[in-house]
């Protein structure tokens, strides 16, 4: 079955430390996305990228990272810098540019021990 | 910059029916979208409306109204499952897609 895939489901983050979160989609789709979803609010666009090797900050991108070495693949870091990493992560794919409908992943939790 | 306003929270009954409304102001627009989440889910495809006028599609519709700058979303039928958060969204001339931040709706039996 075609699908998106996050990795891990619940994630915990030391003082100082870089964590990833993995996203892998199998749909060919040409473009990615990682949004942050806190309580109370819409979600809101980290990075995204239409090609491989290419991508864009989104609204909130300070302290975040990200790479586009595989279509299939998008993964997220969030470093240390990122002061209030605790939220629901959510990375999404669509086919083109055009912001054709998304397709969501399960999300991972990041909680900050 | 993008304003997406939606009521935070909605009761029902099992069989009954409800409305989310949802308002923007967006610069410039290509289209509003209507997401389901299930808590710790990830959000579903309901509707996407760029032309004025009610699409139904099986126990759900939505609704569009460009001059007024409003949508809503309408469950008939309502199920337990329906229980869920229900998001607009809303794509800007830009193609840039701004997200309210949800409407939980909760089915009593």
């Known amino acids: 079955d075609g699908g998106i895939t996050q990795s891990p489901k619940y994630l915990f983050r030391k003082e100082g430390q870089n964590v990833t979160l993995s996203c892998e989609q199998n749909?060919?789709?040409?473009?990615m996305y990682w949004y942050r979803q806190d309580p109370g609010q819409g979600l809101r666009l980290i990075y995204y990228s239409q090609i491989v090797n290419d991508f864009q900050k989104g609204d909130i991108a300070e302290g975040y990272s990200v790479s586009r070495e595989k279509k299939e693949s998008f993964p997220l870091t969030v470093t240390s810098a990122q002061k209030n990493p605790t939220a629901f992560y959510l990375c999404?794919?669509?086919?083109?540019?055009?912001?054709?409908?998304?397709?969501f992943g399960s999300g991972t939790q990041l909680s900050v021990l | 910059g993008q304003n997406i306003d939606q009521p935070t929270e909605m009761t029902a009954t099992e069989g009954a029916i409800v409305q989310i409304n949802c308002t923007y102001q967006?610069?410039?627009?290509?289209?509003l979208f209507w997401y389901q989440q299930h808590a710790g889910e990830a959000p579903t495809f309901l509707s996407y409306?760029?032309?004025?006028g009610l699409e139904e599609k099986g126990r759900f519709s939505s609704f569009l109204s460009r001059s007024k700058g409003y949508s809503y979303l309408l469950l008939k039928e309502l199920q337990m499952k329906d229980s869920a958060s229900y998001l607009c969204?809303?794509?800007?001339?830009?193609?840039?897609?701004?997200f309210g931040a949800g409407t939980t709706v909760t089915v009593r039996a």
């Open positions: 749909l060919n789709h040409d473009a």
């Open positions: 999404a794919s669509s086919m083109g540019q055009g912001y054709e409908k998304l397709f």
């Open positions: 967006t610069s410039g627009f290509n289209g």
């Open positions: 969204a809303a794509l800007n001339g830009d193609y840039k897609l701004s």
């Open positions: 409306n760029v032309l004025d």
